[in-house]
C-alpha cells in the first residue's frame, strides 16, 4: 500500500480507543503479565506508546518540517516509562495517551502536509537518513506492532491451559525469544 | 496463570469492543488487506470471530456439559464466512459478532460452571480428549491471536513504507509464511 496520510491517521486516531478497549478495567493478572524478565507488560506497552507521543513522533516530524541545521533526531529511551509512570494506574495512563495522541493528531492535520514535505529528510541517531514519509509510516506500524504485542502477551499467559490446541494458537509460539 | 473463568470472561467480553475500535469505519484499504493469497484480512477474522461464536465454542462447552454417549466435537470450518458474508458490510459484521458475543457470555454465567466441570471431557475431532478448561482457555487464546492477526496483516501494509525501521519492527517479519 502506497503512504496516504488520511489513512495513516485512521489508524493512529483508532489505537487509544482499542488499548482502552482491551485494557481498561481488567485484572492486574493480565495487565500486569510479561513474556519474561526485560519485556514489556500491557501496561509498560501504554507507558512506552506514551513516551513516544512526548519524545518520539512528533518531536522528530517537527525537526524534519523545520529543516534547520541539525536534522539529527534525539535517541528514544526504550524505558523512560518505567520510572515516570511506577505508581500510576493503568486507567490514568490509558486516558493519558488518549489525550496526548489526540493532541498530536490535531497538531499534525493543522499542518496540511504537503507531498514534497513527506519527502523531506531528517536523520535516525542509528538508522541515518529518514524521510517524513517514513517516519509517519513507522509511527503506524509502531501502533499496530505493540497492539499486537499486548495481545500475545495476554494469550500467553494461558500457554499451559489449552492443552493439545497449542499447535492450533500460533500466537502462543511467536517470539519465544521475544523481541520487541 | 491458572485457568479462572471470572478472569477469561474479561477477555472475551473486551474482544468485540477491541476489534469495533480498531476497525469500525476504516478504509477497506486496510479492512480487505491480505498477508497474501489464502490468508485472512481483517474483515475475514471477523467473519471466522462470528463463525465460532456460532459453530465452535458453546456448541462444543453444550456437548461437554451434557456428557451424553457422543461426546465428538463437530469439525470446525474455518472457512464458512467466506460465503456467509459476500456482500455483507464490515460494520454490520461488527455489530453481529458483539451481539453473539454478548449473548454466548450471558448464557456462559448463567451455568454456574463449577471446578469440577472445568475438568469434563469432551473429544475434538482431530486432537482427541479434551477437558472443559481447555477449551475455554483455547477460545480466550483464540481471540488474543486473532486480534494480534489483524494488527499484524495491518502493519505488514506498510513493510514497503518505513524504509530503514523495518529491522526495528518486527511485526513486519512475523509470519513471513502466514500460519493463521
Known amino acids: 500500500m ?3 496520510l488520511s489513512r495513516a491517521i485512521q489508524v493512529l486516531e483508532r489505537t487509544p480507543p482499542t488499548v482502552r478497549s482491551l485494557l481498561a478495567g481488567i485484572d492486574d493478572s493480565w495487565s500486569r503479565a510479561t513474556e519474561g524478565p526485560e519485556t514489556f507488560s500491557p ?7 506514551i513516551d513516544g507521543e512526548e519524545t518520539d513522533w512528533i518531536p522528530r516530524a517537527r525537526i524534519i518540517l523545520a529543516q534547520g541545521p541539525n536534522l539529527r533526531f534525539e535517541p528514544y529511551d526504550r524505558f523512560r516509562h518505567k520510572q515516570r509512570n511506577a505508581g500510576r494506574s493503568l486507567d490514568s495512563l490509558l486516558g493519558e ?8 493528531l490535531a497538531l499534525l492535520r493543522s499542518w496540511n ?16 537518513p529518514v524521510t517524513l ?5 513507522a509511527w503506524v506500524v509502531h501502533d499496530l506492532g505493540h497492539i499486537a504485542q499486548v495481545a500475545r502477551v495476554m494469550a500467553k499467559q494461558y500457554s499451559d491451559q489449552v492443552g493439545p490446541w497449542t499447535p492450533f494458537m ?4 511467536d517470539h ?5
Chains 1, 2 share one sequence.
Open 2 to 4: 502506497e503512504f496516504d
Open 43 to 49: 501496561f509498560d506497552v501504554v507507558g512506552h506508546l
Open 97 to 104: 495517551f488518549a489525550e496526548l495522541r489526540g493532541q498530536n
Open 113 to 128: 502536509v504537503t507531498d514534497q514535505q513527506l519527502d523531506l529528510p531528517g536523520e535516525h541517531p542509528s538508522l541515518g
Open 133 to 137: 514519509r517514513q517516519l509517519l509510516a
Open 170 to 173: 500460533p500466537v502462543l509460539t
Open 176 to 180: 519465544l525469544t521475544p523481541r520487541s
